[in-house]
Structures are given as C-alpha cells and as structure tokens.
C-alpha cells in the first residue's frame, strides 16, 4: 500500500524530491523519497542534528537523507501514522495484533515454566530441593496454571488466531518435508 505524494519539494539543485508513505513490512510504514523521479531512499522521519539551514528533520535509510523543515516532517509522521491506524483497523491489522497478543501469552507461560526449572535447578546445586518441592513449586505451579488459563481463554474467545497459526505451521511442514 502506498499513499500519494505527502510532500513535493524543489531541491536546491533544482530537481524535484517526492515523499510517499509505503508499507516497508506488515503494519510498519516508512517514507519513501523520490528524486527526479527515480527511488532515492526509504526510512524514517528524525531529527536533524545539527539543523542545516531550515531543515530540522529528515527522512534517513541506506545512508542517504532528505533534509525537511519541521512543517513538513509533521505531515510526512503524520500521513505514516495514519497508515499505520488505517492499517491496524483491517481484517490483517486486527488478525495481527491478535495474534500479537496470543504470542505474548505464550511467551508468558514459556517464562514462567522456565523460571520454574531454573529455580528447581539452584535449589538442587545448593542441596534444597526440600524447599523447592515445599514452598517454591506450588508458587510457581500457581503462576503456570494462571498463565495456562489465560492462554486456553484467549483460544477459546479467538479460535481463529490459533487456527490460522496451526495452518501456517502446517504449510511449513509440507513446504520442507523432503528437504
């Protein structure tokens, strides 16, 4: 997806820059700067430190920049953010953050399993385990079983997520089965 010109400015040695915004990955969104017609660069609005002349901002990617006053890198931050809102409102956007979401709660009960087995493993190399099993275990086991509900609740209200990313492991496997 690309937007339409943002900005058209005259550099001073009098060819013509373009900015638009494009989609650089997924939901991510970078302004693209055309010379002359020709792709110049792709990257992201920052600050240009020290200023040169007007310009106070520019649009830096692959070692070259485009030098812009701050009027004009507000409108090209905002043109990238309202890519990013329209994009995270689509059918893939909200797919994406959901998924996003279930990622983070699986990585929830990945952490807490292997803090469990770190602590289960000091307490054997310090001569514990008695009060590892006593006291440390059942916490942890709590903290396991509430990061466990939390992930099968998300699966049963969103059974889409979990299907469509089973699919995609499955498409993996078939892809690479003869490699």
Not at 15 to 31: N, P
Not at 62 to 78: H, I, M, S, W
């Amino acid at each position: 997806m690309a937007t339409g010109p943002v900005i058209t400015k005259q550099l001073t040695d009098g060819r013509t820059a373009t900015v638009i915004v494009v989609e650089h990955l997924k939901g991510i969104f970078r302004a693209r700067v055309d010379v002359g017609g020709r792709h110049f660069t792709t990257g992201r609005v920052g600050p240009l430190t020290p200023p040169r002349g007007p310009a106070t901002h520019q649009i830096l990617g692959g070692g070259k920049a485009l030098g812009l006053t701050a009027t004009e890198a507000d409108r090209v931050t905002t043109a990238i953010e309202q890519a990013e809102a329209a994009w995270s409102q689509s059918p893939e956007g909200r797919h994406a953050t959901l998924r996003d979401q279930r990622g983070e709660l699986a990585r929830e009960l990945r952490d807490r399993e292997a803090a469990d087995a770190d602590d289960k493993a000091r307490a054997h190399d310090r001569g514990e385990l008695d009060r590892y099993f006593r006291d440390v275990q059942p916490a942890n086991e709590r903290r396991i079983a509430e990061a466990e509900r939390a992930l099968a609740t998300f699966d049963r209200e969103h059974p889409e997520v979990l299907a469509a990313i089973k699919q995609a492991a499955a498409e993996r496997t078939a892809r690479h089965m003869w490699d």
